[in-house]
């Protein structure tokens, strides 16, 4: 065998390994790339179902706050509890399920206006409740058997 034969295959067998080695390389490369777009992808799906349900509780805590606002007592001590007033302390108690799933999910600027917001839910419900034990029997409260959840500052978020 000349040296140029030898030479030929020497390159020739060169150029094959170097193909597969960058094949191999650019196969990998675009593996990682797939997967860190599905794991992208899974994390902005979670992250939508999340605020998806956030929002949703939101509304209906605030349609819940909103019809306690409106209530219309009577003026009479003692009569049975308006369930407007409990059906809102307890819809502010689920809220705070979709406030802690935005806050895992979802950067911390939004988890700590998810924590404001949960804040003003629980000061707006607790102030519901204050009106209705510190007037029962006058006009702005239904009974004396006011019925709500305990609020305390324990229900609050770090802001």
Not at 41 to 56: C, G, H, I, N, T
Not at 70 to 90: F, H, N, T
Not at 116 to 138: F, I, P, Y
Request: hydrophobic share 45%; aromatic share 6%; net charge negative.
């Amino acid at each position: 065998m000349s040296n140029v034969d030898l030479w030929s295959a020497v390159v020739g067998a060169g150029g094959v390994f170097l193909g597969a080695v960058l094949t191999g390389a650019f196969t990998l490369l675009k593996g990682r790339q797939e997967h860190r777009g599905q794991r992208q992808q899974a994390q902005r799906e979670a992250r939508r179902a999340a605020y998806a349900a956030f929002l949703a509780s939101y509304h209906e805590v605030d349609r819940k706050i909103s019809a306690a606002s409106k209530l219309r007592p009577s003026a009479v001590a003692g009569g049975p509890p308006q369930p407007a007033m409990a059906e809102a302390a307890v819809e502010a108690e689920e809220f705070k399920e979709a406030v802690a799933s935005v806050a895992l999910e979802g950067p911390r600027i939004v988890a700590s206006a998810v924590f404001e917001l949960q804040n003003a839910v629980w000061d707006t419900v607790a102030e519901l409740v204050g009106l209705c034990v510190d007037h029962v029997g006058s006009d702005r409260c239904p009974s004396s058997n006011c019925e709500i959840p305990a609020l305390s500052g324990t229900d609050r978020w770090p802001t």
